[in-house]
Structures are given as structure tokens and as C-alpha cells.
């Protein structure tokens, strides 16, 4: 995945940018995260961008905003191309 662009800045900006919690127990994985509705977010507003840039600044010192979104995260719009996925999963929100 790295030679893709997945690196942890972009990890961390994804996370935070979600308002989702790292270590929490999810229902669903977050490559089907569906939005701001998605069960498994901390908050119900969205972040502005350089909110979330701002915060990663502070959490990941020596980070670039290059370092950033170089590769689109995973969703319920933008499924990973899993071979399967367990049986009570679904890609349909």
C-alpha cells in the first residue's frame, strides 16, 4: 500500500477527518464509513479541512500538507477490492 501513497499522515488525516476513534471497536469497517450519519463517529459535525490539517500539525510534528490525502480513503462510495468480505457485512449502506 505504501507504493500507493498510504502513509500514516494520510492514515491519521483520514481518522481525524472522520471523527472516528483509532483503538475504538467499530459495527462496520471503516472502508465502509458512509459519512457524517456513520455509527461509528465521534462527532456529528463535519471538520473543516484545515481544522483537521491544524490538528495533525500539532499530533505529527515534522509533517508536510504534502504528506496528506495522497491516496483517496476507502468508503461506502469508494469500496476496497477485497476478494470477500465476512457474510454480515455489507457494501450497501
Known sequence: MAELGL???TL???M???CVMPLAERRLP???YSGPSDPDRSL????????????L??????????????LAPFDSKNP??????????????
Not at 476496497?80 to 449502506?93: E, I, R
Request: net charge negative; with cysteine.
Open 12 to 14: 491519521f488525516y483520514t
Open 80 to 93: 476496497p477490492n477485497l476478494v470477500s468480505l465476512p457474510s454480515d457485512y455489507s457494501l450497501v449502506m
Open 30 to 32: 471503516m472502508c465502509l
Open 16 to 18: 481525524r477527518e472522520r
Open 44 to 55: 456529528a459535525e463535519e471538520l473543516l479541512e484545515d481544522e483537521v490539517v491544524s490538528w
Open 57 to 70: 500539525f500539532i499530533v505529527l510534528k515534522g509533517a508536510d500538507r504534502d504528506d496528506f490525502k495522497t
Open 7 to 9: 502513509n500514516g499522515a
